[in-house]
């Protein structure tokens, strides 16, 4: 069974129609790559599978249930965790704090997780108490993806996480996804091709608002024809 | 020196006023960027229920009409957001004319029922007095119901201070000022976040016209007008969307009147518009640092 499950997707920003038909399929455990040139609609996509980008048609399924329509908040109580490009930390509150407004429930469950999350970037341990205002780019990163992480969600959606980043530290994050995808299923937009590498197996490609291409990494890793007809690497 | 004395106490009487205006403005503009041009109508409409209740529903009750002024925002409050602004968020446009149409009706609404002339209300009997304190450089008049005016928007300060940084509630709004479309992503309904924000705005705005009606001792339809111009001043002295801002803000801005009013008092009314001018040019995250 597909987790996730997109079909033709339409979808627009007020007169501008960004996505023009998105398909792809995600099945339950995989990691899975969104690759494409800058302002191609990686973005675009992972906003309206949050429902933060109005659909126009087409649908998009979780778990065999349509999304489309659904408030935000709800779309993410379905089990779907979300970093978006900015990695919407909010800088006035603690690290604590930016972990503890994610959970949905107070329990022993989400306390083990928030303990996984911090093993998993000491970084984040180190300055538990602190203003994420405080943080680097890279201990940001980390506390936008530790945080989709605090309610076990079946799917996460990142948005370049490379992005800004010095290569040790896109290193370090690329290693800790790896580790991440042996639990959640992830969809992963990079424009990395190193940390996609790294951490998918699969990809698709979103060139124009389209889905143009999809298939194996390793393949991919082996086609410079492709690489440079669509990724302009 | 006793006269500075005195203009400083009373003009940071009004600081408390323009605090519970400005403080409930400042989260309600962080966040739902919503400028709400309604806000001196729900104080006008706390200041008319005071009275209201004050002299005719419960005579010489001074608490319960507070209770019933304060209650009366929320519940206006509340009926805007709802019916009115949740509709238009995102659109800037559509908000100033809802929100300037809401203030032109509501503001009408009270001519219409208490008249367009001005009313007088008491101060209750227990806070009517002034102590009289005796220095070098001459007495200070300490009018008793200002004092109260002054420790009650302290105490209002602390507590909300609290809530917003002590509690669940006030971390999703701090949260929800910077950036609410993510509070909605971690699985928040952040819309109710705007219903309570917007009704406790509104009941903050009433509580402060309730306190004002005795402390000016007349209030017409125009009363909300001075205080809805002084919050927003304050709002952009103290940075928009923070709680602290304002308190400091509406302190500063009471304090500056008071010491031009001492000095040159033709510009007292001209200086804040100015001052705001200025920092929106010069400063627009605020003129204090910490939020
Ligand atoms: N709010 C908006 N209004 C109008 N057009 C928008 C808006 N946001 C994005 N777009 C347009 O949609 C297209 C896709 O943008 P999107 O951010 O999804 O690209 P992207 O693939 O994520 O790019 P990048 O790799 O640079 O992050 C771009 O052409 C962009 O200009
Ligand atoms: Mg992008």
């Given amino acids: 069974m597909s987790l996730l499950k997109v079909n033709d997707l339409v979808s627009y920003i007020g007169l501008f129609t960004i996505l023009q038909g998105v398909s792809m399929e995600i099945q339950q455990g995989e990691a899975v790559a969104i690759l494409g040139r800058n302002g191609a609609g990686k973005t675009t996509f992972l906003r309206t599978v949050m429902g933060l980008v109005k659909t126009r048609s087409g649908s998009i399924t979780f778990n065999d249930a349509s999304i489309i329509g659904k408030a935000t908040h709800k779309i993410s109580k379905l089990g779907i965790g979300y970093c978006p490009e900015d990695y919407g930390v909010f800088d006035l509150l603690t690290i604590e704090e930016n972990l503890v407004l994610a959970t949905h429930k107070k329990n022993a469950a989400t306390r083990d997780r928030i303990a996984y999350v911090l093993d998993l970037f000491p970084d984040l341990k180190l300055a538990y108490k602190r203003h994420a205002r405080t943080l680097s780019g890279g201990q940001r990163q980390m506390l936008s993806v530790g945080r989709s992480l605090v309610n076990s969600p079946a799917l996460i959606l990142i948005d370049e996480p490379s992005k800004g980043l010095a290569p040790v530290v896109i290193e370090k994050m690329a290693l800790a996804l790896k580790e991440i995808a042996k639990q959640s299923t992830i969809v992963l937009v990079e424009q990395n091709f190193h940390m996609a590498l790294i951490v998918t197996d699969r990809y698709y490609i979103i060139d124009e608002g389209r889905t143009v291409h999809g298939g194996l990494m390793k393949d991919l890793e082996n086609d410079k024809e492709l690489q440079q007809r669509h990724l302009g690497l | ?291």
């Fill in chain 2, 1 to 291: 020196m006793a006269n500075i004395l005195i203009l400083l106490f009373n003009g940071i009487s009004e600081g408390a006023l323009y605090f519970l205006m400005a403080a409930s403005l400042s989260v309600i503009l962080g966040l739902m960027g919503v400028v709400n041009f309604a806000h001196g109508t729900l104080f006008l409409w706390g200041a008319y229920v005071f009275r209201w209740v004050y002299v005719y529903i419960f005579p010489n009750n001074f608490i319960l009409a507070i209770i019933c002024a304060t209650l009366a925002g929320f519940l206006i409050g509340l009926i805007f957001e709802k019916v009115f602004i949740s509709r238009v968020y995102g659109n800037i446009g559509a908000q100033i004319m809802i929100t300037l149409g809401l203030s032109i009706v509501f503001t009408e609404l009270v001519r219409v029922i208490w008249g367009p002339s001005a009313l007088v209300v008491g101060r209750p009997p227990m806070l009517a007095g002034a102590s009289h304190l005796e220095f070098d450089f001459g007495t200070v008049i300490i009018s008793h119901y200002r004092l109260f005016v002054i420790i009650v928007g302290v105490v209002v300060a602390v507590l909300g201070h609290f809530l917003l940084t002590r509690t669940r509630v006030g971390m999703t709004i701090r949260a929800g000022v910077q950036n609410s479309e993510m509070v909605g992503a971690l699985g928040i309904n952040i819309n109710r976040y705007f219903t309570l924000v917007f009704a406790v705005g509104g009941a903050l705005a009433g509580f402060g016209g309730a306190l004002f009606a005795p402390l000016s001792t007349t209030i017409t339809p125009l009363s909300g007008n001075q205080f809805q111009l002084m919050a927003f001043i304050v709002v952009v002295i103290g940075g928009m969307g923070s709680f602290v801002g304002s308190a400091l803000g509406s302190l500063f801005m009471a304090v500056m009147i008071a010491l031009i009013g001492w000095t040159i008092p033709d510009i007292s009314l001209v200086a804040p518009v100015a001052l705001m001018a200025l920092i929106l040019i010069f400063k627009p995250q605020g003129l204090f640092k910490w939020r």
